[in-house]
């Protein structure tokens, strides 16, 4: 069998009826190639289930990471798993199990503390764990990350060191 999408069609009375959508060869190429970009280019990937969320929960939380860079994506198990193979973060690919989203961004903080802030006010998402690069975080690893640093602070901190100690020698 294939890999199903389900999608829901209206039917007499305005009621909807659940139904399922298969994704041919050419579709399932092109989503493995996106999510091998998304696992390598990313500075962080967080994985969480998103089961009972609403349309609107779900654009909310998409908007406060696209503020900071962010992406949510809902992904297939089975396709995310072939896009890991042979990658650095390929042992979180046992993270991909039930109805599966993942966050990421540039940023190696950015998804990471939207998604926790998010998760603590939303307990219809779950986070199960991440990656950056090979480095492979539970979810408590991942209640970590946002207390670190962002990129940014940390280039200032080094910029601010450095003019710091150039002062000095002068």
Request: aromatic fraction near 6%.
């Amino acid at each position: 069998e294939g890999v199903r999408r389900r999608f829901h069609r209206t039917v007499r009375g305005g009621r909807f009826k659940q139904g399922v959508r298969k994704m041919d060869r050419n579709q399932k190429e092109a989503s493995v190639e996106e999510l091998e970009g998304i696992f390598s280019n990313a500075g962080s990937v967080v994985m969480a289930h998103y089961t009972g969320m609403t349309v609107a929960e779900m654009t909310n939380l998409r908007a406060k990471l696209r503020e900071l860079g962010g992406t949510f994506k809902v992904v297939r198990n089975r396709l995310a798993k072939i896009a890991l193979q042979g990658k650095p973060g390929e042992g979180a690919s046992d993270l991909f199990s039930g109805p599966v989203a993942i966050a990421y961004s540039e940023d190696f903080v950015a998804a990471p503390k939207v998604l926790v802030d998010y998760a603590k006010s939303n307990d219809k998402l779950v986070i199960l764990g991440g990656f950056m690069e090979e480095e492979v975080f539970d979810a408590k690893g991942i209640d970590a990350l946002p207390k670190m640093p962002s990129r940014e602070e940390l280039i200032a901190t080094i910029a601010a060191r450095l003019t710091g100690q150039a002062s000095q020698v002068a």
